[in-house]
Nanobody, 126 residues
Framework: EVQLVESGGGLVQAGESLRLSCTTS????????IGWFRQAPGKEREGVSS????????YYSDSVKGRFTISRDSAENTVYLQMNNLKPEDTAAYYC???????????????????WGQGTQVTVSS
């Protein structure tokens, strides 16, 4: 059974940093993509960043490019999202998700991902 568990959310002030972790278990696919999504109240869930297991190829949405960095630790089965220079508009519930479909890392559509974590809240005060 594939499981994803997020951690690392919290309350910070604008300009500060947080690092989110997504620890996976039960993932036996030859290749897969881990994506970070976020959902603010009253808004649709949007893709933020993703990384492919085999080649490490990454994607960032325009709203976080240059501020967020995604990375993976294969030994720990963990994917990280380092978030710097946080803004109030980054406030949302953050979810990690996995897909073993042969998709481009930039194809961050909710329907393309089959496995989801429970989410972790990030709140950025101004």
């Amino acid at each position: 059974e594939v499981q994803l568990v997020e951690s690392g959310g919290g309350l910070v002030q604008a300009g500060e940093s947080l690092r989110l972790s997504c620890t996976t278990s039960g993932v036996t696919f030859e290749d897969y993509v881990i994506g970070w999504f976020r959902q603010a109240p009253g808004k649709e869930r949007e893709g933020v960043s993703s990384i492919r297991k085999n080649d490490g190829n990454t994607y960032y949405s325009d709203s976080v490019k240059g501020r967020f960095t995604i990375s993976r630790d294969s030994a720990e089965n963990t994917v990280y999202l380092q978030m710097n220079n946080l803004k109030p508009e980054d406030t949302a519930a953050y979810y990690c998700a996995a897909t073993n479909r042969a998709i481009n890392v930039a194809a961050m559509r909710v329907g393309k991902y089959d496995y989801w974590g429970q989410g972790t809240q990030v709140t950025v005060s101004s």
